[in-house]
């Protein structure tokens, strides 16, 4: 009897501004998709050369330091791919380079589903919202529609052989208004443990489990799951 060829897995593409964006974002949603059988694939925009206070750092000595930490840290949720965009950190814009260089990302992992930062959120979780998760939720959001779809936006793609691609649904995170949850309860610890990680950024983290326990208990319980984490999905129809 001749074998039905298996269904191809559920590629999700993750794009956040900065090392530990996807882990506090969508850590736990991540960790589950894995869990299910999906392919998650990172692409960070920048390597957080800004984020320390420490006055002894250097932005160079923090790239290196943020980077291994991310990868440490997808290792753990269980993603395929982890790639890091050549951007500074606090100096994204959505440019017409910026775009370029994630509907490169697009056409060359071919996701189902796109996640990212909602770029109409300037005020979130206590406090304002950095500027570069808006720079990089509105060049995502361009890149997915309609720039990776049509074949004559960046021409040398193609001739790469990277040709265009449409993108089925896209979530934000940090969205003021959530039309979709996801419960968390299973994958809660992988996402601690990823963001553990992230020592430069989070330190001996004693109480960070319970603060971000609380968190996922805050945006679940409206909707009666333990543990949650909140989008807006966003159906591609063209």
């Given at each position: 009897m001749q074998q039905q060829p298996l269904e191809e897995p559920i590629r999700v593409l993750v794009v956040g501004a900065h090392p530990d964006d996807p882990e506090f974002a969508c850590?736990?949603?991540?960790?589950?998709?894995?869990?299910?059988?999906?392919?998650?694939?990172?692409?960070?925009?920048t390597r957080g050369d800004k984020g320390s206070s420490d006055p002894e750092m250097t932005s160079e000595r923090?790239?290196?330091?943020?980077?291994?930490?991310?990868r440490a840290a997808a290792k753990v949720i269980g993603a395929k791919e982890v790639n890091f965009l050549p951007f500074k950190d606090g100096e994204l814009a959505p440019t017409y380079e910026f775009r370029k260089a994630i509907v490169r990302e697009i056409r060359r992992i071919r996701p189902h589903w796109v996640v990212t930062h909602d770029p109409t959120s300037v005020y979130t979780n206590g406090s304002l919202n950095h500027p570069d998760h808006r720079a990089v939720g509105t060049a995502t959001l361009d890149s997915v529609y309609p720039t990776a779809r049509d074949r004559?936006?960046?021409?040398?793609?193609?001739?790469?052989?990277?040709?265009?691609?449409?993108?089925?649904?896209?979530?934000?995170?940090?969205?003021?208004n959530p039309n979709v949850w996801i419960d968390i309860s299973s994958s809660f610890e992988t996402k601690i443990k990823a963001?553990?990680?992230?020592?430069?950024?989070?330190?001996?983290?004693?109480?960070?489990a319970e603060r971000i326990r609380e968190r996922a208990q805050r945006v679940g319980e409206p909707q009666g799951i333990p543990l949650a984490e909140a989008f807006f999905k966003i159906s591609m129809t063209r």
């Open positions: 850590g736990g949603t991540s960790a589950r998709w894995v869990a299910e059988g999906k392919e998650v694939y990172y692409l960070v925009c923090l790239v290196e330091i943020r980077e291994a930490e991310q004559l936006n960046y021409p040398e793609h193609e001739r790469e052989g990277l040709l265009p691609h449409k993108v089925s649904e896209v979530y934000l995170w940090g969205a003021p963001l553990r990680c992230h020592v430069s950024q989070v330190g001996k983290a004693e109480k960070l």
